[in-house]
C-alpha cells in the first residue's frame, strides 16, 4: 500500500504564495509521473503540472509563470510552489502519481488539500 499525503493549503490573500508539498510513503520501488489537479467547486478535475523522474515538466496554460513544480526523488516528494495567486486558483489540489511496485506502476491519489485565495 501507499500513501501520498499533502500539506501546505490555506487561504491567501490576491497575489500572495502558498508551497505545496506532497510524500509519497510505502511499498515503492520508484515513481514515475508525479502531477498536481485541482478541483473547484462544480468544475472538473484539472490537472494543474507533471514532473517526470528525470524533470520533465508541464504546466496548465493558466498557471504558467506563476507556479513551479519540483520534486526529490530520494524524498519521494513533489512540491508546487504558488505565486501570484487568483482568486480562480481557489480549489482543492491533489497529488497523484505513478508508483512503481514489483515491475508494475500503480497511481495513487492524496487525499487533496484546501486552496482559497480571497482577499
Known amino acids: 500500500q501507499v500513501q501520498l499525503v499533502e500539506s501546505g493549503g490555506g487561504l491567501v490573500q490576491p497575489g500572495g504564495s502558498l508551497r505545496l508539498s506532497c510524500a509519497a510513503s510505502?511499498?515503492?520501488?520508484?515513481?514515475?509521473?508525479m502531477n498536481w489537479y485541482r478541483q473547484a467547486p462544480g468544475k472538473q478535475r484539472e490537472l494543474v503540472s507533471s514532473?517526470?523522474?528525470?524533470?520533465?515538466?508541464n504546466y496548465l496554460d493558466s498557471v504558467k509563470g506563476r507556479f513551479t513544480i519540483s520534486r526529490d526523488n530520494a524524498k519521494n516528494s513533489v512540491y508546487l510552489q504558488l505565486n501570484e495567486l487568483r482568486p480562480e486558483d481557489t480549489a482543492v489540489y491533489f497529488c497523484?502519481?505513478?508508483?512503481?511496485?514489483?515491475?508494475?506502476?500503480?497511481?495513487?491519489w492524496g487525499q487533496g488539500t484546501q486552496v482559497t485565495v480571497s482577499s
Open positions: 514532473i517526470s523522474f528525470h524533470g520533465v515538466i
Open positions: 510505502g511499498s515503492i520501488n520508484s515513481i514515475g509521473v
Open positions: 497523484n502519481a505513478d508508483i512503481l511496485w514489483l515491475g508494475n506502476f500503480y497511481n495513487y
